[in-house]
């Protein structure tokens, strides 16, 4: 029901008014003087003012000046009722703020006429500004789930440093613990590392052995995703990976296995094509298992994630001993491979390895005959 404020400061003029437009369905107010009028407009918005212009204390035009100068009501219609002449009022009436006049004595019809006219009016101007601001909430969601998105992209492209994107992403989405807070877990640990490289590098250009670098990663990365596998980090031409940790897996060391033998066939492929360039480039592979403290390792605004203790270093210590093309792994994953067909086991002698005080029982781990 649409709400207006009849405004005079005789008392029968303005009742009469409010009657004439409470029989047609409208809400009405009344304010017998300037003053009172703004009180009303203080205490709840009409949706139209009738608003005699000759009143004693603040005229109409006043009045009309006011409801101008507040911003609120800048768009609240204003209908002036005068007895004056016409064509003088009107003048002082548009430069007051007023958007229409009805001469008195009123005439009902043209009363109705006029306020039904303005009141269509301004609904086309709240719909219009109900519009403006649901687009401003609309633009402001949609910053906010730009703003959002863009913050999850850069978790999710920092997790999948480490992860399988299906794992970042099960991360973010609560699927899986925080992996960055500190834990102990048994893990299998895969190292690789390319024999020959440091020769190479002494006499290819930085061009060469960074796009070697590049075709070599990209080779391993496929395959350490295709594994599911957590990639602990680059350093040049060696990598770290571990299976078993941020998501548990019931086949760890058989997984590492068979990721480590299509690595070695993926390295035939490159070392093929690098042989016909002139390099002489191989790959060494230790698998190692065992428990290791694993979270996140760094400072604010640059954390990698890790895994310390004794298996990274006897994984770490068999490559080194690994020659090129071969993988050898410890009792423990081979003890982990029984009865499974990942490759072919055979002994490759007790190493002295630094850093152990015992010679270390290895194995070395072959495709099996097709």
């Known amino acids: 029901m649409k709400h207006i404020l009849v405004v005079d400061d005789i008392a029968k003029n303005a009742k009469l008014l409010a009657d004439v437009l409470a029989v047609k369905g409208y ?12 009180t009303a407009l ?14 004693p204390g603040l005229s109409g035009y006043e009045v009309c000046r006011r409801i101008r100068a507040e911003a609120a009501w800048a768009m609240l219609p204003v209908v002036l009722v005068t007895a004056l002449d016409a064509g003088a009022e009107r003048v002082q009436g548009l430069d007051a703020g007023a958007d229409d006049f009805i001469s008195k004595p009123v005439q009902q019809a043209e009363l109705l006429a006029r306020v039904r006219s303005l009141l269509r009016i301004k609904a086309l101007y709240d719909e219009v500004e109900r519009q403006k601001a649901e687009l401003q909430q609309w633009n402001r969601t949609l910053e906010q789930r730009v703003a959002d998105g863009a913050a999850q992209l850069e978790r999710v492209g920092r997790l999948k440093r480490f992860f399988s994107p299906a794992l970042a992403e099960a991360i973010l989405a609560g699927g899986a613990a925080d992996p960055l807070q500190t834990h102990r877990r048994e893990i299998t640990v895969v190292f690789l590392d390319l024999r020959g490289f440091t020769a190479f590098t002494e006499t290819a250009d930085p061009e060469e052995v960074m796009g070697v670098l590049r075709e070599y990663h990209a080779a391993m990365g496929a395959l350490i995703q295709a594994h599911e596998g957590t990639l602990e980090r680059f350093s040049g031409d060696g990598m770290m990976i571990f299976f078993n940790d941020p998501q548990p897996i019931p086949d760890p060391a058989p ?3 068979r990721m480590a033998l299509e690595m070695q066939q993926a390295m035939t492929r490159l070392c093929d094509g690098w042989q016909r360039r002139g390099y002489a480039l191989r790959m060494g592979i230790g698998i190692a298992q065992g428990f290791a403290t694993i979270g996140g390792i760094g400072f604010e605004g640059r954390i990698d994630y890790g895994a310390i203790g004794n298996v990274t270093n006897l994984a770490a210590r068999l490559c080194g001993e690994a020659a090129g093309g071969e993988i050898l ?11 499974l067909t990942e490759g072919v086991a055979e002994p490759a002698g007790s190493l002295t390895l630094k850093g152990f005080q015992r010679p270390v029982p290895a194995f070395r781990i072959r495709a099996a005959a097709a």
């Open 255 to 257: 997984r590492a296995v």
């Open 27 to 38: 809400r009405t107010t009344t304010a017998l003087s300037g003053e009172a009028a703004l």
């Open 42 to 55: 203080h205490a709840g918005l009409p949706d139209l003012v009738l608003l005699d212009v000759m009143m």
């Open 329 to 339: 792994v410890s009792q423990r994953v081979l003890a982990a491979l029984d009865g």
